[in-house]
């Protein structure tokens, strides 16, 4: 969780179809608390240490998929059980405001604190 966002982290052992690169893939989605809507267009990078050194620094790519929907994703090396994935928010989400925004995305326009994840 960040704020009132959660981040949902999947693996794949390969990129999906569409993105030229090789090695594993890093998808990250985010959504709202309770409703899990689609969180779009913020800024997300990430840190990927494994045996305490640093295999990717870099942002995470805005990207739609058939299978894995609209979510944020990088390609890195490899991803082992015991990595530790740390994401940042570099950009606050930009949802358009309505009536009701309020209820919906309220405690998303608060700071997102950085979120650390470990594999397992």
């Known amino acids: 969780m960040s704020n009132d966002a ?21 998808a990250v989605s985010a959504r ?9 267009a913020m800024g997300l990078s990430g840190t990927l240490e494994s045996g305490g050194e640093t295999v990717y620094d870099g942002r995470f790519q805005r990207t739609l998929d058939p299978d894995l929907g ?3 994703g990088a390609v890195v090396d490899s991803v082992a059980t015991g990595d530790e994935l ?3 928010v570099t950009a606050q989400p930009q949802t358009a405001r309505h009536e009701g925004y309020e209820m919906a995305f309220g405690g998303l326009l608060g700071a997102m604190p950085d ?6």
């Open 115 to 120: 979120v650390s994840v470990t594999f397992s």
């Open 6 to 26: 959660r981040l949902v982290v999947t693996t794949l052992d390969a990129p999906p179809a569409g993105i030229d690169a090789e090695g594993s893939y890093v």
């Open 86 to 88: 740390a994401l940042t």
């Open 32 to 40: 709202t608390r309770y409703n899990e809507m689609v969180i779009p």
């Open 70 to 72: 609209y979510h944020y």
